[in-house]
């Protein structure tokens, strides 16, 4: 089938069955080695991803490796192609692969081999999980808190490429549009670019990225957005992501308001919960508490600033893997250069093309290996032998070469990894973390809400969850010991034969029974409630919510459910204290 690529004998391909992959015992998986450094980082990671596969399978499974060419090996090959069209063709026979830091080009042919192969096999999900190992030097004080995965989508937005240069007819002839078509205004001589952010490209990417969080036991799923200024692009795709959440996994998302005001802060078993944050808060938020965050679902200017932010919290970008993905062909690669400075010297730091093997292994579904890595790289890194990378911010480290590195990993993987030990310290600690934090949502819910970066703008944000309901033919007397107890300033009275829902205040308990000389034993809920319920959806907007208790003449409102069942209450001092608190709701 091709001129220079040939598969391995033995090995089977990756197939897709039942919309599902299917993975053989010896699937055939591609490698490009890369430029720069590329041969240096592949040769030690090929020598650990094996030695982990042998360590976990005894021999039961094996990769069988193919090599694939792109960037300068490529052009030698292939006279001066970078990107031979049957390397395109293997990417997409074999599903899965991985390569090294590829060079781009200069004066022409592409203006990046990574965007070039995004765009021909439609790889539109950009995934790169970030997370700290012990022993690895950070600026955090703890960043042990860092464990997310960001899925940054990688086919729209302003990387399109869609602009028109300054002084161009095509620029001017944009600019006379915008102008007088479409009433903009902007400086002459402007250079312009088109944001494209449509519901297809958006919502196949926080899909992928809900589907991920179901199948890794994640905990949430926020949309990064800068929808409060550009509302019909970033604030579409937060509409859409949310959509997404309602329409493809209902079963199994709860969003963060239905977390509040049904939940009361205690997330549901198996759900996932689905919120969002805007993307300049989200970089605050991810130092402060970065803890709060699991998936990241973002768009790709957003995603390409953050997801390089966050990989500096956990050691840099040198040892951060990722992957680029489509709907089953995945691209995992080192997420770094070429670095051609150390070419050759057997000298850098193998972690980010490592990582994207671990993440490979778990696509696969061979988690054994996976862990097996991971455990000991943590302990060798926390041994402090490093490369030269780390042994420059380590103290007493010992520095060794790229190839002494993947030996000591190898060393540890054979004979001193508890993997079981690794695996149940590990989930235990993330569930000690998510404990910790459902007490904190549970126990100071609006506190909870302010310090994780949630700006209160609907009913469902501040309303007092689960309201006392009592029978209408209970006695005040004893409704009001249970507002005491309660520390509650009323209860909802549940309906007699006329079918009205109502409420009693502790105004309506002065004016009703103490001023008018009534005894509150012998006088019934029923009878001194305010009747008919004024109700608002939980969804509405605290704009609104205001606006109807202005024109109503009351202090408090009753949220009810899709049922028309109430599930709080909201009064005028909730919404007084999130205005004092946040200004002006969106």
């Not at 042919?109 to 690895?136: F, I, M, W």
């Not at 952010?197 to 199948?215: D, H, M, N, T, W």
């Not at 997404?244 to 969003?255: G, N, P, S």
Request: net charge negative.
């Amino acid at each position: 089938m091709y001129q220079h690529i040939k598969y391995p004998e033995g090995g089977e391909k990756i197939s897709v069955v039942d919309g599902k992959l299917r993975i053989p015992e010896q699937p055939i998986i591609g490698y490009i080695e890369g430029d720069g450094i590329g041969p240096d980082i592949t040769g030690a990671c090929l020598r650990i991803w094996d030695a982990a596969v042998e360590q976990a399978y005894r021999g039961e499974r094996k990769i069988a490796w193919c090599e694939l060419y792109m960037g300068e090996k490529a052009a030698g090959l292939y006279g001066g192609d970078y990107f031979p069209q049957e390397t395109e063709a293997a990417l997409r026979d074999l599903i899965v692969s991985i390569k090294g830091p590829l060079t781009t080009p200069v004066g022409g042919g592409y203006r990046s081999l990574n965007v070039t192969l995004r765009q021909k096999l439609d790889l539109y999900a950009c995934v790169r999980p970030v997370r700290h190992y012990e022993g690895v030097p950070s600026p955090l004080r703890k960043p042990e808190d860092v464990d997310v995965v960001i899925f940054r989508e990688n086919t729209e937005d302003v990387y399109a490429g869609i602009e028109y240069q300054s002084g161009t007819p095509e620029n001017k002839k944009l600019a006379a549009f915008l102008r007088e078509e479409m009433g903009a205004s902007f400086f002459e001589e402007a250079g312009l670019g088109v944001k494209p952010i449509s519901p297809f490209g958006s919502k196949r990417l926080v899909s992928k990225a809900i589907q991920y969080a179901v199948e890794n036991n994640r905990e949430s799923v926020t949309l990064v957005h800068k929808g409060n200024i550009m509302k019909y692009t970033e604030g579409a795709f937060r509409t859409w992501g949310y959509e997404v959440a309602r329409e493809q996994f209902a079963d199994l998302t709860v969003t963060e308001e239905e977390l509040y005001s049904i939940y009361g802060g205690k997330r549901p078993d198996g759900k996932i919960v689905i919120k969002d944050r805007i993307a300049d808060i989200i970089f605050q938020l991810m130092l402060l508490r970065p803890n709060e965050f699991d998936v990241l679902a973002t768009m790709n200017l957003n995603g390409d600033y953050l997801s390089d932010a966050v990989a500096a919290e956990a050691g840099g970008v040198g040892i951060a893997p990722g992957a680029n993905m489509g709907d089953y062909v995945a691209v995992f690669e080192a997420t770094h250069g070429t670095a051609p400075k150390y070419a050759n010297q057997d000298k850098v730091n193998p972690g980010s093309l490592l990582f994207s093997g671990v993440m490979m292994f778990d696509y696969l579904g061979w988690h054994e290996a996976a862990d097996l890595i991971s455990a000991a790289y943590q302990r060798v890194v926390s041994a402090k032998i490093v490369t030269y990378d780390f042994a420059r911010q380590i103290e007493g480290a010992t520095e060794v070469k790229t190839s002494q590195f993947a030996d000591a990993l190898i060393e540890e993987m054979q004979g001193k990894v508890d993997l079981a030990k690794y695996q149940q310290e590990r989930m235990e600690a993330i569930e000690q973390d998510r404990r910790i934090r459902e007490l904190r949502r549970v126990s100071s819910p609006l506190e909870e809400m302010i310090a994780s970066g949630r700006t209160p703008h609907t009913v469902g944000d501040l309303m007092n969850p689960s309201p006392i309901c009592v029978p209408a033919d209970t006695l005040v007397e004893d409704a009001m010991h249970l507002m005491r107890e309660k520390r509650i300033g009323s209860v909802i009275t549940r309906p007699r034969q006329d079918g009205q829902w109502g409420i009693m205040t502790q105004r309506d308990v002065i004016s009703r029974i103490v001023s008018a000389n009534r005894q509150p034993r012998t006088v019934k809920v029923g009878d001194v409630a305010s009747k008919p319920l004024i109700t608002v959806p939980v969804d509405m907007s605290l704009h609104d919510c205001a606006d109807k208790m202005s024109s109503q003449n009351i202090r408090r409102v009753v949220a009810v459910d899709q049922n028309n069942e109430p599930i709080g209450i909201i009064s005028d001092t909730d919404i007084f204290a999130s205005v004092e608190q946040f200004g002006m709701p969106e």
